[in-house]
């Protein structure tokens, strides 16, 4: 099965996704994206990834993506966050990311986190297709 994951990044944190994006873009070209408006059309654009977007986060991306996380359609999630400036829905960060705890799906904050997730997760599909 196609790993599922969720791409999400404030906007200080964009260009970190879109260079994160592009060390596994081999990986996540086979894995079904999904991504709040902004950064998936960055996806989209720059790297030719397929994603589905959703909302902007400030218009309820964030919200959508926890509750099809909720519904068991997401694997795991890639939250570039900028801890450094405030953000307006604060609300529904924190939401998504008490959704990823309650739910035990894996919720990589930063670049470190984010690229063991990917790492692991690249490593897994490839013992799959030797075994």
Excluded: W
């Amino acid at each position: 099965m196609k790993p599922r994951i969720a791409l999400i990044a404030h906007d200080k944190k964009k260009d970190d996704m879109i260079t994160l994006a592009g060390e596994y873009r081999d990986f996540l070209a086979g894995c079904t994206l999904t991504a709040t408006g902004t950064t998936g059309g960055r996806l989209i654009n720059e790297l030719g990834l397929v994603v589905e977007c959703m909302h902007s986060g400030p218009f309820g991306g964030d919200l959508q993506i926890g509750a099809r996380l909720v519904d068991g359609e997401i694997d795991c999630v890639i939250f570039l966050r900028d801890p450094m400036t405030p953000q307006p829905h604060e609300p529904d960060i924190n939401a998504l990311v008490r959704a990823c705890d309650v739910h035990n799906v894996a919720c990589a904050t930063n670049l470190s986190t984010a690229h063991l997730v990917l790492g692991r997760l690249m490593q897994t599909k490839n013992e799959e297709k030797q075994g």
